[in-house]
C-alpha cells in the first residue's frame, strides 16, 4: 500500500455475472442475472468503503457493463462522469489500452468491460508474475483492480504500475484480498 497518491490510478472492473443470451437475443444485449445484480451492488459499495471513486468511468455499451455501471452512478453520486463506448464491446485488449494511454491526464480512470480484454489489461501492466499471483484463476465477474502509476513518464507511455487493492466478490459479500 502507497503512502503517497499516486501519479495515476486506473481501476479495472470486470462486468458482473450475466445470464446466457435468450434465444434470439444478441449476446450484447444480455443482462446481469440475479447473482450479476448483487455482485454489481456490492462491488460499488466496497469501491466507495474504500474510498475509490475514479474522475472517469469509461464503460462498454453492452447492457451488462451498463448495468454493473448504474450501482456506482448510485453509490458515488448523480454527478459521475460515465461515458458509454462503444469499442469496448468487441475491441481488443489494445483499444482497452489506448483508452487507458489516451486518459492517463486524469488521476484515475475506471474501465467497465469484457473478459478476455480486462485481464489481458491487467496483465499488460502488472506483468505476468504479479498478475498470477493476485489472480491465480483468472479475473472473475465483477472483480475490481486498483493499479496505481507512481509517476508519468513520455507522452504515449505510462510508467510501472502495481496493484494496490483487489475487490472481489464473495458469496453474500465482497472481500478484499
Not at 456490492?42 to 448504474?70: K, N
Not at 448510485?74 to 469496448?88: A, F, K, S
Not at 464491446?89 to 480512470?109: I, K, R
Request: include cysteine; glycine fraction near 8%.
Amino acid at each position: 500500500m502507497q503512502d503517497s497518491a499516486p501519479a495515476f490510478r486506473l481501476i479495472l472492473l470486470r462486468h458482473a455475472r450475466s445470464g446466457w443470451a435468450l434465444p434470439g437475443q444478441r449476446d450484447f444485449d444480455r443482462t446481469l442475472d440475479e447473482t450479476g445484480y448483487a455482485e454489481a451492488e456490492l462491488i460499488a459499495q466496497s469501491a466507495a468503503d474504500h474510498g475509490i471513486s475514479p474522475d472517469l468511468i469509461l464503460c462498454s455499451t453492452a447492457m451488462r457493463c451498463r448495468q454493473t455501471a448504474e450501482p456506482f452512478r448510485r453509490t458515488l453520486g448523480e454527478d459521475i462522469d460515465i461515458r458509454y463506448v462503444d469499442q469496448l464491446y468487441a475491441g481488443p485488449a489494445g483499444v482497452y489500452t489506448d483508452l487507458v494511454e489516451a486518459h492517463a491526464d486524469q488521476s484515475s480512470l475506471m474501465l467497465i468491460g469484457h473478459n478476455p480484454m480486462i485481464e489481458d489489461v491487467f496483465r499488460h501492466f502488472l506483468g505476468e508474475q504479479q498478475s498470477a499471483s493476485a489472480l491465480a484463476n483468472g479475473y472473475p465477474p465483477a472483480g475490481l483492480a486498483v493499479i496505481d502509476f507512481p509517476a508519468h513518464s513520455a507522452v504515449g507511455r505510462i510508467s510501472a504500475a502495481a496493484l494496490s487493492k483487489l475487490l472481489l466478490p464473495e458469496p453474500g459479500e465482497v472481500a478484499r484480498r
